[in-house]
């Protein structure tokens, strides 16, 4: 990519990653004032509320800004988010950005499992059904994917819960470490098995998606002019997978499955509410449930910056192994159908 | 017919990459998934209606039997509290005697009510966008492109969560949510039809033939249009219905005594480690089973009325 051209989509991308920011920050504002629950009530309790001094409500209220206009209240906001300061989480009495960090760190493991696991069988069953298409490994394989996308994710968790952890008990009932521990005794392996089967319910709810999506993949680069050549050469199945289909099929995979990350996140705070597992999708239950506006505001913007990322890094990606949506990107024709024309023709189509 | 289906099968993989329009009935949120034929051997049109019909028969008494059933749902028999599933009592009750079949199908009714108010909502605000997107010129394009982009780039839990804290739980902070949050993806379809309609020999034709605006609008691009938007709805049932058991079991949605799969699930946490694993397993694969339900009736549905599909 030439420096100029490089540099004008490096800017482009980070102005689009502000404007997203900004119009995600409006939204969960309005949002989160649009809210009937008084904040005052929700965080003192009800006894404390009605024994409390009209000073001390007018103190509270004052403290919490209940009655300063929208516009205002987001502007401070607004100002202290830049200067860093994403506020105190009412419901985990810490700075807003302590608390995400810890919480991130947990999820993290889980996530980044997730991701990989689900993509990796996810891509593997994908190209076995495309193989075997029609015959009955194909058939049970999207069988599994139709079903698997009917079924919710936090009902495949409790599941899981009671066949492993309450009847087998091969794994804990919940947390991310064991309890009674000081972080220090906490070894890697603990942090590892409690952090399997969550992961695992993740995955194999992930795993449709990408496997119906390679399958189709496949199928194409399987019927194509390249393929039928190499088996006229007397190439095996095998080898034409590995010598023509990995590099065709594989990137796609991966950009899929960097766009897919929104929905791990989304099944990730189902998972971690089922699994009692601290990570950031329960602090986003807690804050939500809890009326603790500041965390709630923070993990949307969060969670918003790491769909973002995936996505650029998809867009990346793609450009940087297939050099026809490259160059269309670089003439500045991003949108519209040119760049898809030109692969349907490609393809052979 | 052949390269339109080879143009869907790899391009959802560049999703964000293009804005350019799609095939018919291809949604990308990614979790397009639901949406694909099961079987692609029946080539019978009597015999797809016909399973439309009981598909959709099936569906109707699930959502009848449970309005009539909603009292007895709440009704508890200390006497037969925390009852394993048996011949008479299959489902089991729970550790308040509760019938657990009783409550599921009520649950059932309920969840069915919700996604359909909140689907047809969202399957409304997706027509409006997306034709606005496709007919009112570059700027409202650009706008409500961007919208879809803002909607789907905070995840969808996330936004849930977010609007039902905005709105207040219970009936309709949920139903609001689901409506408010489901119609991206069709919007896209739309807008994409839309345009190819535009595009199309007859409508050029129609023009030339100095046919008005309105008078293509309603000859050509409604009749082209409104099957994709019929079939969308109902293949938004499913990811309504399943939000709204999700967010119900998060604690944002129904109250726990309205019946609903939703609360069910999230009360038989407590139990689960007691042993009391029909708890959940029932009423979960009844949620499931009416979501296949119902996407089944969706892919049949087109077969029935798309012309390019109706040969599966």
Known sequence: MPGAAMLRFSFQQLLKFILLLFAVSIVVFVLVSASPVDPIQANVGQTAYINMSEAKRAQLAEYWGTNTPLIERYLNWFGAVLHGDLGTSLRYNAPVAQVIGQRFATSAILLALAWTISGIIGFCLGIAAAVCKDHWPDRCIKAYCFLLASTPTFWLALIFLTVFSVLLGWFPLGFSQPIGLAAGQVSIFDTIHHAVLPALTLSIIGVANIALHTREKTIDVLQSDYVRLARSRGEGTASIIRRHGLRNIALPAVTLQLAAISEIIGGSVLVEQVFSYPGLGQAAVTAGLGSDVALLAAIALFSAALVFVGNLAANLLYGLVDPRIRRTRLKGRRFGRSPRKIEDSADGA | ?312
């Open chain 2, 1 to 312: 017919m052949v390269p339109k289906r080879r143009a869907t099968a790899g391009m959802l993989n560049s999703k964000t990459l293009f804005n350019g329009h799609r095939a018919a009935g291809d949604y990308d949120t990614g979790m397009n998934i639901l949406h694909q034929p099961l079987i692609n051997n029946t080539g019978n049109r009597l015999r797809t209606l016909v399973t439309l019909t009981i598909t959709s028969i099936i569906l109707i008494s699930i959502v009848i039997a449970g309005i009539y059933l909603y009292g007895t749902a709440m009704h508890t028999d200390f006497a037969a509290k925390s009852l394993g599933p048996s011949l008479t009592n299959p489902f089991g009750s729970d550790w308040m005697g509760r019938n657990m079949l009783i409550r599921t199908v009520a649950g059932l009714a309920t969840s069915i009510l919700v996604g359909l108010l909140a689907a047809t909502v969202s399957a409304a605000i997706a027509f409006i966008l997306g034709a606005t997107a496709a007919l009112g010129g570059k700027k409202a394009d650009a706008a409500i492109t961007w919208l879809i982009d803002l909607m789907l780039g905070v995840p969808h839990i996330v936004l849930l969560i977010l609007i039902s804290f905005a709105i207040g739980r219970g009936f309709w902070g949920i139903t609001i949510g689901v409506a408010l949050t489901h119609w991206p993806s069709l919007a896209r379809v739309i807008r994409a039809e839309i345009l190819q309609c535009q595009e199309s020999n007859f409508v050029a034709c129609a023009r030339q033939l100095g046919r008005r605006p309105l008078q293509i609008a309603r000859d050509h691009m409604l009749p082209y249009v409104f099957p994709q938007l019929l079939v969308g709805l109902i293949l938004l049932f499913p990811h309504a219905i399943l939000h709204e058991a999700a967010l119900t079991f998060l604690g944002f949605g129904l109250s726990p005594e309205q019946p609903s799969i939703g609360i069910i699930l999230s009360e038989s946490m407590g139990h689960l480690s007691a042993g009391m694993w029909w708890l959940a397993l029932f009423p979960g694969l009844a949620l499931i089973l009416v979501v296949l339900l119902f996407d089944r009736a969706g892919s049949l549905l087109r077969r029935l009325i798309d012309p390019y599909r109706s040969q599966e």
